[in-house]
């Protein structure tokens, strides 16, 4: 079945970077559009990027375009969220999601698709 596993979350202090790893299973990765939400605690998901099989992107979330890229490596079946300049409100779970689109267009999350466990986030001093 298909199997999505985020890794690259952790402690920051503001101003810092990390990047977002998400390795696929049971599926082809490059005929999907992916994307990245995000969660913090007592807030609604939030959608924050999402990329489409011709690697077209989208940034949904405010004060993310600038900082933050979405990215995919086809041969490693793997989608990338590098984040730069963190900021406190950026603290929150992760988690990456397979679509069933081929683009970012009108997406909206539905139950064909699958959700990774998530990673965590902090930036914190």
């Known amino acids: 079945q298909v199997q999505l596993v985020e890794s690259g979350g952790g402690l920051v202090q503001p101003g810092g970077s990390l990047r977002l790893s998400c390795v696929g299973s049971?599926?082809?990765?490059?005929?999907?559009?992916m994307a990245w939400f995000r969660q913090a605690p007592g807030k609604e998901r939030e959608a924050v990027s999402c990329?489409?099989?011709?690697?077209?992107?989208?940034y949904w979330a405010d004060d993310v375009k600038d900082r933050f890229t979405i990215s995919r490596d086809i041969v490693k079946n793997t989608l990338y969220l590098q984040m730069t300049h963190l900021k406190p409100e950026d603290t929150a779970v992760y988690y990456c999601?397979?679509?069933?689109?081929?683009?970012?267009?009108?997406?909206?999350?539905?139950?064909?698709?699958?959700w990774g466990q998530g990673t965590q986030v902090t930036v914190s001093s």
């Open positions: 049971s599926f082809t990765l490059e005929l999907y559009a």
């Open positions: 990329i489409s099989t011709r690697d077209g992107v989208t």
């Open positions: 999601v397979h679509t069933r689109q081929r683009t970012c267009r009108g997406y909206s999350p539905v139950e064909g698709d699958f």
